[in-house]
T-cell receptor
Framework: AQSVTQLGSHVSVSEGALVLLRCNYS??????LFWYVQYPNQGLQLLLK??????LVKGINDFEAEFKKSETSFHLTKPSAHMSDAAEYFC?????????????FGTGTQLKVEL | EPEVTQTPSHQVTQMGQEVILRCVPI?????FYWYRQILGQKVEFLVS????????KSEIFDDQFSVERPDGSNFTLKIRSTKLEDSAMYFC????????????FGSGTRLTVV
C-alpha cells in the first residue's frame, strides 16, 4: 500500500525566508504526487501535482516541488514566505498502477510565518 | 472557477441519529469521493464512486455508511446511526478522471456527534 511521510508536523519561518516542506513516498513505481493546502476552516486546495511530465513542478502562489526518484521525495518549496502562506500543507499520492485513484495523505505540516 | 459545494457547513447530531451530508460535484466530473478528517489527524479516504456504483471503499466505510447520487447532480453520504467517533470534517471531492487529474475538494462539513 502507498504511504506518505511528511517530516515535521510544524515548520516556522520568517517572512521572506525560504519555505521547505518535506514529503517522502514509499512505492516501487513512482506514483502521482500532489500537494494540497488547507487554510483555517476551509477545504483542501490543490497547489501542484507531479504526473511525470517534468520533475520540477510549478504550482500556484510561487510554490514548486521537485520529484526525485532516487530519494523517493517530493519536497515543496517557496523562495520567499508571505504571512498569507500560513496554513496546513498535505502531501498526497495516488497509485499509478491498476487504475486506482484513491488519494493517500500524509499527516500534514503546519506552516507558521513570523514577522 | 468551478467548485464542489457541500452542505451544511456544520451539523450537530445526537448519537444514534441518521445524518445525510450533501455535495454538488463539478458538473463534468465523473468520479466522486468522500474523505474525512478527525480533528488533529490526517485526511482519510472513505469511498470512491463512479458510474453509479462504489468503485473502492476503505475499512472505515462499514455498513453504517452509504453513498448515493440520487439525481445526477447531488452526491450524498449517509451515516445510518452516528457514533461519537464519527465526529470529523467530511470532505467531498470530484475529478474528471483517475490518477493524473487530481481532485477538487469541497470546503467540508463539520459533523459533531453529541
Amino acid at each position: 500500500a502507498q504511504s506518505v511521510t511528511q517530516l515535521g508536523s510544524h515548520v516556522s519561518v520568517s517572512e521572506g525566508a525560504l519555505v521547505l516542506l518535506r514529503c517522502n513516498y514509499s512505492s516501487s513505481v513512482p506514483p502521482y504526487l500532489f500537494w494540497y493546502v488547507q487554510y483555517p476552516n476551509q477545504g483542501l486546495q490543490l497547489l501542484l501535482k507531479y504526473t511525470s511530465a517534468a520533475t520540477l513542478v510549478k504550482g500556484i502562489n510561487d510554490f514548486e516541488a521537485e520529484f526525485k526518484k532516487s530519494e523517493t521525495s517530493f519536497h515543496l518549496t517557496k523562495p520567499s514566505a508571505h504571512m498569507s502562506d500560513a496554513a496546513e500543507y498535505f502531501c498526497a499520492v495516488s497509485d499509478r498502477t491498476g487504475g486506482g485513484n484513491k488519494l493517500t495523505f500524509g499527516t500534514g505540516t503546519q506552516l507558521k510565518v513570523e514577522l | 472557477e468551478p467548485e464542489v459545494t457541500q452542505t451544511p457547513s456544520h451539523q450537530v447530531t445526537q448519537m444514534g441519529q441518521e445524518v445525510i451530508l450533501r455535495c454538488v460535484p463539478i458538473s463534468n466530473h465523473l468520479y466522486f469521493y468522500w474523505y474525512r478528517q478527525i480533528l488533529g489527524q490526517k485526511v482519510e479516504f472513505l469511498v470512491s464512486f463512479y458510474n453509479n456504483e462504489i468503485s473502492e471503499k476503505s475499512e472505515i466505510f462499514d455498513d453504517q455508511f452509504s453513498v448515493e447520487r440520487p439525481d445526477g447532480s447531488n452526491f450524498t453520504l449517509k451515516i445510518r446511526s452516528t457514533k461519537l467517533e464519527d465526529s470529523a470534517m467530511y470532505f467531498c471531492a470530484s475529478s474528471e478522471g483517475t490518477g493524473v487529474y487530481g481532485y477538487t475538494f469541497g470546503s467540508g462539513t463539520r459533523l459533531t456527534v453529541v
